[in-house]
């Protein structure tokens, strides 16, 4: 059965970091985009951070220099390092694959076209 099962999220203090992961199991093809969206109680879903199968690692400006994606891909492991977070940063985290659009910024990762995705994992940053 495909899964994505995220976790690491967490409570925090402004300036503080959290790592999340995201396990993928029982794809039949791992050779595509992944990324992080997030929602938020009154946002917009926001596509969050993707990385592509060549590597390039693309992100939201709110985020660019803060929050770091990377893929083991021998472990089938996607993470996000957050650091330097902000109370802007709470949501719910949600892992993608595959990314709906190259473009992180491209509304496809906003109207939600996504093959499949995880639960989410809370993440919650006080100030």
């Known amino acids: 059965q495909v899964r994505l099962v995220e976790c690491g999220g967490g409570s925090a203090q402004s300036g503080g970091s959290l790592t999340l992961s995201c396990v993928r199991s029982e794809f039949p093809d791992k050779n595509y985009c992944m990324g992080w969206f997030r929602e938020a109680p009154g946002k917009e879903r926001e596509g969050v951070a993707s990385?592509?199968?060549?590597?390039?690692?693309r992100y939201v400006d709110s985020v660019k220099g803060r929050f770091t994606i990377s893929l083991d891909r021998n472990k089938d492991v996607l993470f996000l390092q957050m650091d330097s977070l902000k109370p802007e940063d709470t949501a719910r985290y949600y892992c993608?694959?595959?990314?709906?659009?190259?473009?992180?910024?491209?509304?496809?990762?906003?109207?939600?076209?996504?093959?499949?995705w995880g639960q989410g994992t809370q993440v919650t940053i006080s100030s």
């Open positions: 993608v694959a595959p990314c709906p659009h190259a473009d992180i910024s491209d509304p496809a990762w906003t109207t939600g076209e996504y093959g499949f």
């Open positions: 990385i592509d199968t060549d590597g390039t690692v």
